[in-house]
């Protein structure tokens, strides 16, 4: 379709010993003049190619090319010719309507935007990554392989070197990189960081916080009281045997002393063994597998594990407009037709057949014939919209109508046209004629309804004729039609028509004429319009306490209609709808740079923010993200499709990337892909992970009293009977049973609505509320109970023997059987009782939804079964009859009895219960767990550092460089703080916080340690040496200079759009 060239520029850098390089690469224009005209558009592009180089003919000049042909503009460059070019720039900037370019209006073209109409010829200026979409790559860290390949066998004395070696390699472009600071101090604090950069960094979830603190606290309690166990079973058999009984140690008695011990440490270990939770590791990962194999039915395609468990603690969601929470399509929703005013789309039997005859040779007619609606690719898919939207919308309007537009079309082909009015912003109208059949001529128009209808004197009434239509009646229709249209975000188009016969035909240049006297057949409004499931989507959101708030880069009337039918703004409610504009107005100090302070007085109120820049949605979420105005952090998601979004998915806790209509940027950026494009996946993902929680919750209700019954018997049985109750493969079935079988019976549980009725539980939120602790402690105290009650009386109860105190190698009793078959019996109805975490009484709602949950307990009571009847010595078992085996499942039953006199008491009364399982405090990490939790908890942030080649971690060597910075303060600064456009994805970085300058910087630095050295440099003065500062020239770097300024003010008031660019000097 689109002609637009493609051409390759080689850069070859001057040798070194050269010491002025008036151009770079041979160039008559350097890599950083070429980066900050990209950052321009519109008039002050043309500006500045006016200015600097004459034309873009002049540019030309200056850049070598050769063109070749493609649809997807591979590169950054400056239109030199074009033929009405249309270029969709939505991938970058999310504007829905194609941008007509011009070399004398818009000569500017993008990266990675696709050509949609009319043809071109470009000049490229940057490429790779040093293109638009190349620079947003880079913020996300694609460059992170690259980044270590260059570092690898740099050394500290050869930096120079192989930094001139890298300018020759990378992409053929001029590279210029940040060096470290060379000093000794300097040279250590780049090897510690080298080493931790090195360190392969794991990425630890909320979650996997609470959840590690909590094995940890556990597992210590269990290797003390294991502990405890072996020292008390040992003294109290050396002080029984050779205090009490007086007996002497005999070498032919040391090995049956010795099993003794080794019984005891056996004992010891059974308990450790209970006691350490390690199914929780495996509750995790089952819970999280199971739920992203679910998600995917869901159309959540889930990359990264843990964002399953952080959505569900999700607090706001920042969505884009354009195609997830509206449908991308262009279409009619309201028409006035034959005098009525139609909200929705009217039957054809409703219009008189000459009307409908008319609208759709006007329309058919009327629209560029490469405009169409062809089938869908998939089945179940919408039909595919090609070529302008406004006129996809009046064809598929057609459509609706159940007519077709394809049959006119052939009848009269495009060069059968007589003449044609193309659209333009003047005329804001597109008008067609053709010649009738009788020698007369028809014209059909359509454009903006406030500019046609002047040029109405007739409309057709609902018989289809003509009558007239008077000022009087124009004011009438635009009160009762137009502006309702309006007020509900829709685009107003007229289409109209004008007979000429044959005997007065016009002349066809006097366009005011010829478009004139024309019958209104038509008014329809046009919007994209919203997800017939959103707005419920939306509700259930607010309703479980997520805030969803729309960032877009459509005009701020369309946004607030939109919002208000998807439910993000509800009528009396105290909210802000802001323009970009207002928003950085608001948030900005007079020095320009953003204020956590004043953001936190912005966004609690924010639900719309319209017009935004790619750097304003990353604002928004790392402002939202750093407050500390709630209670607690704010867990952010994020949803986007352009490639303008990266960052801000990227930054996000969640980042929701669009499977249809996301650009690849995007993809890589996120966490969820969501495949059908829909914003009610984003709630199915709420559920989901929340189910996560709940999941582990269950199971940790459930470990958690197993343990506490267990430890206690195994413990208090060995210290009074001299051995543990439960045997040590009993205790291991036990220990299987809660761990592996229950982590997968309770962690497949699937979600329910329910879930989304409860407030996010947050991030200080405690594993194990209070609730739960009461369940835990009240169930224990039933089976501890049960348990010593059959181990001290349970033999006169059943009238057996007792198997208390039995010699060392005695057969299996009845006795301990029945306790243990007890034991498990408890288990497997308390597992019922875990279900249920809030305090719910029904614990069976919903059990046979769950068939992995009844397979489970129904198998390990199978097994149960086989282990007491036929498990023998190894088991430790002695078969039971059958009134003992329904006494066990009586007893075990009662479980459910007691779990309903548990959820009578009031959690509120019970004061004295604690919560367990809050995540590491900062004071209670040390200053190696900060450093690395620094990293695993901001990944995103990790990720944004990594792929600027060492921009970041130059920062804190640049506050010692400022000193020689302000040496040349004259020109550097007057560069540096002139106003710039703020429109180019180029300028993500190149916000005012961002720059250089004497402000305290807003950036994270990554070793503290630096800025303290730094900032007693600082205040030392400075050596009285010549000025050895600047060191481009000597490494490769060739820089522009005019008249008397030298490289290095070159260098700085040429500023880069990208933080690759940045600058080389070391002191």
Not at 63 to 74: A, H, M, R, W, Y
Not at 622 to 644: H, W
Not at 888 to 914: D, H, N, R
Request: hydrophobic residues 40%; proline residues 5%; glycine residues 8%.
């Amino acid at each position: 379709m689109g002609d637009v060239a493609n051409s390759s520029i080689e850069f070859h850098p001057k040798p070194q010993q050269q010491r002025e390089a008036p151009h770079a690469g041979g160039f008559g224009c350097t890599l950083a003049e070429l980066c900050s005209l990209m950052e321009l558009r519109g008039a002050e592009a043309l500006q500045k190619v006016q200015e600097t180089y004459g034309d873009v003919g002049g540019l030309c000049r200056r850049l070598k090319t050769s063109p070749t042909e493609g649809d997807l503009l591979p590169a950054d460059g400056v239109l030199i010719q074009g033929n009405d070019l249309k270029i969709d720039e939505s991938s970058l900037t999310g504007e829905s309507d194609h941008v007509r370019k011009s070399a004398d209006k818009d000569p500017m073209l993008l990266s990675g935007t696709h050509v949609m109409e009319g043809s071109g010829r470009m000049v490229v200026t940057a490429v790779g990554v040093n293109s638009q979409t190349g620079i947003i790559f880079t913020l996300l860290g694609a460059g992170g392989e690259e980044e270590k390949k260059d570092k690898k066998g740099k050394q500290q004395d050869g930096a120079m070197e192989s930094s001139q070696t890298k300018a020759k390699k990378q992409d053929g472009a001029v590279a210029m990189e940040m060096q470290p600071l060379k000093s000794a101090e300097g040279g250590e604090t780049e090897e510690r960081e080298k080493k931790k950069a090195n360190v392969p960094k794991k990425e630890k979830s909320v979650l996997q916080g609470k959840l590690t603190k909590l094995a940890v606290q556990i597992g210590k309690a269990g290797l003390v009281m294991s502990a405890v166990t072996v020292i008390i079973l040992a003294l109290y058999f050396v002080i029984e045997t050779f205090v009490v009984d007086g007996r002497a140690w005999l070498a032919e008695c040391t090995p049956v002393y010795v099993q003794y011990f080794v019984k005891f440490f056996i004992i010891g270990v059974t308990v450790l063994v209970v006691a350490v939770p390690e199914g929780l590791p495996l509750a995790v990962t089952i819970s999280l597998a199971y739920s992203v194999k679910k998600m995917m039915r869901d159309n959540n395609l889930v990359r990264h594990l843990d964002a399953c468990e952080t959505m569900g603690n999700a607090t706001a969601i920042c969505s884009d407009k354009t195609g997830t929470l509206t449908t991308n399509r262009m279409t009619v929703v309201q028409s006035y037709l034959g005098d009525t005013h139609y909200k929705e789309v009217p039957a054809p039997s409703a219009l008189t057949p000459k009307i409908l005859d008319l609208l759709v040779h006007a329309i058919s007619i009327n629209s560029a014939y490469t405009t169409k609606i062809l089938p869908p690719e998939k089945e179940g898919a919408l039909p595919r919209q090609v070529g302008n939207k406004t006129e996809c919308a009046l064809l598929g309007f057609v459509l609706d109508l159940k007519q077709d537009f394809q049959p006119v079309r052939e009848q009269i082909p495009e060069d059968k046209l007589y003449k044609v009015y193309t659209f333009n912003s003047v005329r804001k109208s597109m008008s067609t004629v053709i010649r009738m059949p009788d020698s007369g001529f028809r014209l059909f128009s359509k454009g903006a309804s406030e500019i046609l209808l002047k040029k109405c004197t007739n409309i057709l009434n609902s018989n289809g004729e003509l009558r007239s239509f008077r000022p009087r009646d124009r004011d009438d229709m635009v009160q009762k039609i137009i502006e309702p249209m309006a007020c509900d975000g829709l685009r107003t188009i007229c289409i109209a028509y004008r007979d000429f016969s044959a005997a007065q035909e016009p002349d066809w240049d006097n366009e005011n004429e010829v478009v004139g006297d024309l019958t209104c057949i038509a008014v329809v409004g046009i919007e994209d319009p919203v997800r017939p499931e959103v707005p419920e989507a939306i509700r259930k959101c607010q309703r479980a306490g997520i805030t969803v708030r729309m960032v877009t880069g459509d005009n701020i009337n369309t946004a607030r209609a939109i919002a208000a039918k998807c439910g993000i703004i509800q009528p009396g409610e105290d909210f802000l709808c802001l323009e970009g504009k207002e928003f950085n107005r608001r948030i900005r100090n007079e020095k320009g740079e953003i204020e956590q302070e004043r953001l936190d007085k912005v966004w609690p109120k924010l639900r719309v923010l319209a017009r935004s820049s790619p750097t304003d949605k990353h604002t928004l979420v790392k402002g939202i993200i750093d407050s500390n105005t709630g209670e607690q952090r704010q867990v952010v998601a994020v949803t986007g499709d352009g490639t303008n979004d990266g960052p801000a998915l990227k930054k996000a806790d969640v980042g929701f990337a669009m499977g249809i209509a996301g650009t690849d940027v995007a993809k890589e950026a996120s966490d969820i892909i969501l495949t059908d494009d829909n914003f009610t996946s984003i709630v199915k993902a709420v559920m989901w992970g929340r189910n996560v929680y709940d999941s582990i919750s269950k199971f940790l209700q459930f470990q958690l009293t197993v343990n506490v019954v267990a430890v206690i018997v195994a413990f208090t049985g060995a210290c009074i009977t001299q051995d543990s109750p439960l045997k040590a493969v009993q205790m291991l079935w036990v220990n299987l049973i809660m761990d592996t079988f229950a982590s997968l019976a309770l962690a497949t549980e699937p979600p329910t609505e329910s879930l989304l009725l409860r407030k996010p539980y947050g991030r200080d939120k405690p594993l194990i509320s209070r609730t739960m602790m009461k369940n835990i402690l009240g169930h224990a105290v039933y089976q501890l109970t049960t348990i010593f009650t059959l181990l001290f009386v349970g033999e006169l109860f059943f009238d057996i023997d007792s198997g208390r105190n039995a010699p060392l190698h005695s057969p299996p009793s009845e006795h301990y059987t029945i306790i243990f078959n007890t034991f498990v019996m408890m288990q497997l109805f308390n597992e019922i009782n875990a279900r249920k975490i809030h305090g719910e009484r029904n614990v069976f709602h919903g059990i046979f939804g769950n068939p992995i949950f009844c397979t489970i307990v129904l198998g390990t009571f199978a097994i149960q079964i086989v282990i007491v009847q036929f498990g023998g010595k190894p088991f430790s078992c002695s078969p039971l009859s059958t009134e003992q085996w329904l006494w066990c499942l009586f007893v075990g039953a009662g479980e459910l009895v007691w779990g309903q006199v548990i959820a009578t008491i009031p959690t509120s009364q019970l004061k004295c219960l604690k919560e367990a399982g809050h995540g590491p405090g900062k004071d209670e990490m040390t200053d190696e767990e900060l450093a690395e939790g620094e990293e695993e908890i901001d990944h995103a942030e990790r990720e944004l550092r990594r792929g600027q080649i060492l921009w970041f971690r130059g920062l804190n060597r640049i506050q010692t460089q400022i000193r020689v910075v302000k040496a040349f303060r004259s020109s550097l600064y007057e560069g540096l703080e002139k106003p710039e456009s703020k429109t180019s994805i180029h300028n993500f970085m190149a916000t005012p916080e961002f720059l250089i300058n004497d402000y305290t910087h807003n950036i994270p630095l990554i070793d503290d340690t630096d800025v303290d050295e730094n900032e007693e440099r600082l205040r030392a003065p400075p050596p009285p040496s010549p000025n050895q500062n600047n060191n481009a020239i000597d490494s490769g770097v060739y820089l522009t200079t005019r008249g008397t300024k030298s490289a290095t003010s070159s260098v700085f008031s040429s500023r880069p759009g990208s933080p690759l660019h940045s600058v080389e000097t070391s002191l």
